[in-house]
């Protein structure tokens, strides 16, 4: 592989995380994560893919919907191993409140395990955040059959 596939590989892995956010996919969304993975998201820690998957469900659990867009990216890549930084933004509303609009960034770092790259470590830190207009439009991903 090239550092270019190796670059595509890596973008289209973010690529996944961020359409499995915005389709609620639990088991798309921890595919991207290696096993041993760690996030670091604010002040909480999370080792493992499934205590990962479980804290995510849990936040998701929480939202009326989570619109995730993963923008401007740097990638540092090396054999095996890589590193990142991803700027992205958010629209989310928790149950019962107004809704957010969040930028934030990930550094992150990734690992090759058979062939495929995967998030080896994220730690998220949120930049900016102010609240969006309060109507009730929200359209869900639509079920394709």
């Known amino acids: 592989m090239t550092t ?6 890596i973008r ?9 956010v915005n389709r609620y996919d639990s088991s798309a969304w921890a595919a991207t994560w290696a ?6 998201f604010m002040d909480e820690v999370h080792e493992g ?8 469900s849990s936040v998701m659990a929480m939202l009326d919907f989570a619109i995730m867009q993963a923008g401007s990216a740097t990638l540092n890549i090396e054999s ?3 590193s990142g930084r991803w700027y992205t933004q958010e629209i989310v509303r928790t149950r019962g409140e107004q809704g957010r609009a969040i930028v934030g960034v990930y550094d992150d ?3 090759r395990a058979s062939g495929e790259w995967l998030i080896a ?3 998220y830190h949120k930049l900016y955040e102010s609240p969006t207009d309060d109507r009730e439009d ?3 991903y639509p079920t394709i059959n």
């Open 80 to 82: 095996d191993t890589a």
């Open 121 to 123: 470590s994220r730690r």
């Open 4 to 9: 270019i596939d190796d670059e595509l590989a």
């Open 138 to 140: 929200h359209f869900p």
């Open 109 to 111: 770092t990734y690992t």
């Open 49 to 56: 893919r499934d205590s990962i998957l479980q804290f995510w």
């Open 35 to 40: 096993l041993n993975g760690k996030w670091y």
């Open 12 to 20: 289209n892995l973010i690529g996944r995380y961020c359409d499995a």
